[in-house]
């Protein structure tokens, strides 16, 4: 590193333009910090003739990697371009370079970042992803340095924006999905292709890199079970807030005496919950660690310059480890062999939203369905349903049980004669153990 610190960027999209809008607006404070002067060199488009609103000499930017990757001026390589192949092989070819890399893409970590941070630690480089999750949030640093001393058990996050500024709208303006999710394009939370959004498979990814990191273990995606908001209306939200509930997509790891469990899924929480009230756009995680108790971070988790930040302070950790000699040691590899619960292990109450016959012997034959897998009901509302045949609405919240008896509860409900339809089904937490 030269005593300018020069920095290659691998895309100028929302992000990108963050990065040197935080860069150029913060550069006294930023020399402050690492003692010498943050420049960007190149910057790597698709397409250099578009129209761009921030200010960038046309001769920095380039439609070759080459010219970012190969540069021996480069310190520093930020990718904010998005993907998974191209990303990983450009991110390689960087840290091969024996330039550090910082990265927002949380796609490409959740996959590789195991083989990536290997690679990084081979070459004696840096690589840095706190704007993977969470965007602007400091969980990652959170994490693996302001809770290092604690044994974490458990993480819940808002970790999607787009989904929870769906369910905002839906639940407090009564709002329709469709409506809302082309708002939250339109606003730039959503991804490119929001499928992944509402299908919950960002915040998946997101929750994979949370998992590996609070429990120093190796969490894939494929171990993170996964259900998106697609199927959440407006009538659950209305019987959740009856019975004292926000429904959330919540990202959730817990862990207990070494074995794990990562979800994705819509779950309830009690109105006293601190993430029940974290609205909009915002993300936040709820932290337990055995000896801290409870934590939550709050804040931006998408948008140009909260993501920005996160990566502009990454930036500053590398060239503080370079100042100190000690890059390439940026998250240690894990410590524990993974052990993934089982279905039996997995405890938690649920809410279940069911149309029924509205005849003699139809709660009994409902209500002995539970008492046969020993599973009690915590709330219980009832109403008749204005149809031509006599039916009812039932919602039951359960007391504890565990996921593999539930699972038979639920496929003997849908199975059976007096029950209509299981209109909704979702799993209720709150409590951190
Ligand atoms: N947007 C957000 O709020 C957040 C985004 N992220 C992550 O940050 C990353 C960037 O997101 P965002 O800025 O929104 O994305 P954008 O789509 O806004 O920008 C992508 C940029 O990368 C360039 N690019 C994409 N693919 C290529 C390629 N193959 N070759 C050359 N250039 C390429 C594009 O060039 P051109 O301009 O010519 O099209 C564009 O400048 C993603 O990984 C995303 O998941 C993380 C947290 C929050
Ligand atoms: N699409 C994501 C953007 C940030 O990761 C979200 O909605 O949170
Ligand atoms: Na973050």
Known sequence: MAQDVVVGLLGLGTVGSGVIQIINDHQRELQHQVGRPVKIGKVLVRDKTKPRDIAINEDQ?????????????????IEVMGGVQEAREYILEALGNKKHVVTANKDLMALYGSELLKVAADNSCDLFFEASVAGGIPIIRGLTEGLSSDRITEMMGIVNGTTNYILTKMDQEGRDYDEVLKEAQALGFAESDPTSDVEGLDAARKMAILGTLGFSTDIA?????????????????????????????????????????????????????????????????????????????????????????????????????????????????????????????????????????????????????????????????????????????????????????????????????????????????????
């Not at 930017?61 to 390589?77: G, K, Q, R, S, Y």
């Not at 649920?350 to 020993?374: I, M, N, P, W």
């Not at 003997?412 to 029950?419: Q, R, S, Y």
Request: net charge negative.
């Open 221 to 433: 995606l494929e171990d993170v079970i996964v259900r998106g908001i697609t199927t959440v209306t407006t009538e659950d939200m209305e019987y959740c807030r009856q019975l004292g509930y926000t429904l959330k997509l919540i990202g959730l790891a817990k862990r207990k005496e070494g074995r794990v469990e990562v979800t994705v899924q819509p779950m309830l929480l009690p109105d006293s919950h601190p993430l029940a009230a974290v609205n909009d756009e915002y993300n936040a995680v709820y932290v337990y660690g055995e000896a801290i108790g409870e934590t939550m971070f709050y804040g931006p988790g998408a948008g140009s310059l909260p993501t920005a930040t996160a990566i502009v302070s990454d930036l500053v950790a590398v060239i503080k480890n370079y100042v100190l000699g000690v890059n390439g040691h940026s998250i240690p590899t894990p410590l524990f062999e993974k052990q993934l619960k089982s279905d039996e292990e997995v405890e938690a109450k649920y809410f279940l939203r069911l149309h029924v016959k509205d005849e003699t012997g139809t709660f009994k034959a409902v209500t002995s369905l539970f008492a046969q897998e020993d599973v009690s009901f915590e709330k219980l509302l009832q109403w008749p349903l204005e149809t031509e045949e006599p039916a009812a609405e039932v919602v039951i919240v359960t007391h504890k049980t565990n996921r593999a008896v539930y699972e038979r509860i639920y496929n003997e409900l849908e199975n059976m004669d007096v029950v209509i339809d299981v209109k909704s089904s979702y799993r209720v937490e709150g409590g951190h153990q």
């Open 61 to 77: 930017l380039t439609e070759d990697a080459a010219e970012i990757l190969n540069d021996p001026n480069i310190d520093v390589v």
